[in-house]
């Protein structure tokens, strides 16, 4: 189904997925229970005193919308960055394709000054000519991109067989590049059916290219980060418009306990690299779920280390820019990026996570303690899909869960780090580590890692002595 925009109404190019007839109303908010949910209160649009609510809600959702608003009216509440993050920000569309002759190669662009080096090849990621159909997530210079590709057969001697494109888009954030997917499916599948008709493209540009802010500097910041209060209050944005409803459901499944060693290493800001053959749209999802584990919602937490930026997809014209990145998470379908040890602290070949530097190699063991962090998510995870099953509560999502529970976990470690390091004894001893919830032994490298990266003067004693 497609529908108008209502900021353009002559322009006819924004597809909405249809209703499912199937889905029940959402019935109202189950009262919060203490053991799993936290409870904040949000301030109402109109300036009046908030009322308490539980921080898990929403389930089953295509795109997202505010707190008791319609799709015209911005998040109430929002800084001026905030609200700036909501708007369009289009800063170049194009098509990209593949010429039997000259390879990837741009075939179309607005504005047609821009400088796309390397989009035809960050759009349509090697080996794609095995696949019929791709999303991809990537970063051009300080802005990012999402492209959809497709692989057409055709009767052709001249393309050997098959037509291969890309339609894509560059935006400052990826925050708001997942509005797009549908509209960018759509205008592949009818450059490869019609090629060379660009007037839906030149519509939809014209329509949302973006006027960026006076102070703007389009630098690329890190994956966003959540309080309980921003949680509330705008339903997380930046995390539900960045995947699709079950992306993180997936994320737990695919690569189960060894969630907990990717979790310390993107807390310790690593360089993550995860290789995978195409399709490489879920791949990106994955760069982004990492990033999630390290959220930390304490003020002063984390301005002095390196941000752990988001790369998605790379390919081996990035090989450059990450040579000076101190951490990132990113994916590709190139293997002879495992070579090149230089440019990465941990490789993650499905789920098998590895790291070359023996002084990381202790946290690829999970303990004891990892074991049963993990144990209680999954409870956690079970006690809300049975809630959405058998009471139809639907007030909560596995997406909202995993965000917090990390989140949670990371402010307890670095609350308790503050306190140590504040107090008249700075020493971290045993009773400390295992209320952050590690293991005194089996976490002592991390720890030690933590201390040094995020800056904390503490004297660790933890050692067992007469167990060397």
């Avoid at 696949?131 to 991809?136: A, C, E, G, K, N």
């Avoid at 000076?324 to 499905?350: G, P, Q, R, W």
């Avoid at 140590?420 to 400390?432: N, R």
């Amino acid at each position: 189904m497609v529908k108008q925009s209502d900021r353009a109404p002559l322009l006819d190019w924004e597809e909405i997925p249809p209703p499912d007839p199937n889905q029940a109303a959402p019935p109202p908010p189950a009262p919060p229970r203490e053991d799993d949910s936290l409870t904040a209160v949000i301030a109402s649009g109109d300036g009046s005193p908030g009322r308490p609510r539980t921080v898990l809600c929403g389930h089953g959702w295509d795109r997202p919308h505010t707190l008791g608003t319609d799709r015209h009216v911005p998040f109430p509440g929002l800084s001026v960055r905030d609200q700036w993050e909501e708007k369009d920000q289009i800063v170049a569309v194009f098509v990209v394709t593949f010429d039997t002759r000259s390879g990837n190669m741009v075939e179309w662009c607005l504005p047609h000054d821009i400088n796309l080096d390397g989009v035809e090849f960050k759009s349509m990621a090697s080996g794609s000519h095995r696949i019929t159909s791709d999303f991809i997530y990537f970063r051009k210079g300080s802005y990012f991109g999402l492209a959809c590709f497709a692989n057409m057969p055709v009767e052709s001697e001249l393309e050997r067989g098959a037509r291969m494109k890309s339609v894509g888009i560059l935006s400052p954030s990826y925050t708001l590049l997942y509005r797009y997917m549908h509209f960018l499916e759509n205008q592949v599948r009818h450059q490869l059916q019609c090629p060379g008709q660009y007037s839906p493209l030149e519509a939809f540009y014209e329509d949302k290219k973006a006027v960026l802010p006076p102070m703007g500097n389009g630098l690329v910041t890190a994956c966003p980060t959540w309080s309980v209060t921003t949680i509330n209050r705008c339903m997380h944005p930046e995390m539900k418009i960045t995947h699709p409803a079950g992306c993180m459901s997936q994320f737990i499944q695919f690569f189960g306990e060894q969630i907990m060693v990717l979790w310390k290493f993107a807390l310790l800001r690593k360089r993550l690299l995860i290789f995978s053959p195409p399709p490489v749209g879920v791949v990106c999802y994955r760069v982004y779920c990492c990033c999630c584990l390290a959220n930390v919602s304490l003020p002063g937490i984390g301005v002095s280390v390196p941000e752990l930026r988001p790369f998605f997809y790379i390919n081996v014209a990035d090989i450059t820019a990450l040579e000076t990145e101190m951490s990132y998470v990113a994916c590709t379908t190139e293997k002879i990026f495992e070579e090149k040890k230089e440019l990465y602290d941990v490789y993650i070949d499905n789920q098998n996570v590895k790291t070359h530097r023996s002084h990381l190699q202790p946290l690829l063991r999970l303990n004891a303690a990892d074991k049963e962090k993990y144990r209680k998510l999954t409870e956690q995870r079970q006690m809300l899909l049975y809630n959405q099953e058998v009471d139809g509560d639907c007030t909560s999502t596995e997406e909202d869960l995993f965000i917090l529970f990390f989140m949670e976990l990371n402010n307890r470690i670095f609350q308790i780090l503050s306190e140590v390091a504040g107090s008249i004894d700075p020493t971290l001893t045993a009773e400390h580590v295992r209320a952050m919830g590690l293991d005194p032994q089996g976490d002592r490298s991390f720890l030690i890692d933590l201390l040094e990266v995020y800056g904390f003067d503490i004297t660790l004693v933890i050692d067992n002595l007469c167990c060397p």
